[in-house]
């Protein structure tokens, strides 16, 4: 049976960490972190690995998974390849950063080993909670092939669903998570500054949102973004998009910026979705766009 080591072992680590464990597909050895006391943690959570805190240690393994933050993984690439005779074209090194390519692990390359990213595109808020509704995670790899097809075989053993990243874009992909992700949050918060200024406390403009942006959602990967568009740009209703826009330059400029920054998305969709007159959509253009005439 192959083995396993974890460097670093976060939220994601302890998550994949003890999916592999259970599935029997693979043995882990070592699981090293920065203190014993995380180190000891993190392999209890596991249910197995020993625990380490330096690399000095670190027993050779055919998997070496680089689970730290994006910032530290090149440290921690230097750590495992200053450990003489761990790494040869038999042994595979992986992060899973999102935002980072597997050029980083190039040290690890240079000795011969296979290298790879994975990202689960999860939240991994609680690893408890994660290692239970896992299955069915899309997750994005590129490499090494020979790295590529062990880590697409274990991540299927896990329940993950692999997809193909182009390491050339990989930045622009990880910001397409945190655009849907963490941006869906900001905008949501936005949203709910909007609402308490117009005489709505928050906990009930959160009751008065739900249904309406879990509709959105339901209706965006039902019939895709251009038909999911709904409100006065989708109908081409400049005299709205006008007063809104100085009620929000009146009241919050960032709030203000946000809108003219999305509604210039959201004019291309009505566009696409071509139900909108032109001369509406083309009076809109000019309002979101600040110093052309008839913007505000």
Not at 183 to 212: D, F, I
Request: hydrophobic share 45%; net charge neutral.
């Amino acid at each position: 049976m192959k083995t396993f080591s974890i460097i670093g072992c976060g939220a994601v680590g302890k998550t994949v960490g003890r999916l592999l464990h259970r599935s029997g597909t693979i043995e882990l050895r070592d699981v090293l972190t920065r203190s014993i006391a995380s180190a000891q943690a993190a392999a209890g959570f596991i249910g197995a690995g020993r625990p380490l805190a330096g690399f000095g240690e670190l027993q050779r393994a055919d998997l070496y998974l680089v689970a730290s933050s994006d910032d530290a993984i090149a440290a921690c690439v230097e750590g495992l390849v200053g450990r003489a005779g761990l790494l040869d074209r038999n042994t595979t090194v992986c992060h899973f950063s999102g935002a980072l390519g597997s050029e980083v692990l190039s040290p690890a390359a240079a000795l011969g080993a296979q290298v790879a990213s994975v990202h689960p595109v999860k939240s991994f808020a609680d690893p408890a909670v994660c290692v239970g509704d896992f299955a069915g995670t899309w997750c994005g790899i590129e490499g090494d092939p020979q790295a590529r097809e062990l880590l697409g075989e274990l991540f299927g053993a896990i329940g993950g669903k692999i997809f193909t990243l182009d390491p050339r874009f990989k930045t622009l992909y990880h910001t397409g998570s945190v655009l849907v992700c963490n941006y869906l949050t900001a905008l949501m918060e936005a949203g709910l500054r909007a609402y308490q200024k117009g005489g709505v406390p928050r906990e009930t403009a959160l009751q008065v949102m739900e249904p309406l942006v879990r509709g959105t959602v339901d209706n965006v990967f039902r019939v895709g973004t251009a038909q999911a568009l709904t409100g006065p740009i989708a109908r081409g209703d400049a005299g709205v998009v006008a007063r809104q826009l100085e009620a929000l330059d009146d009241f919050d400029e960032e709030l203000a910026r946000i809108y003219r920054a999305l509604g210039g998305v959201a004019l291309k969709l009505s566009r696409e979705r071509g139900q909108a007159q032109e001369p509406g959509l083309a009076a809109i253009e000019r309002l979101l766009t600040p110093g052309t005439p008839g913007a505000p």
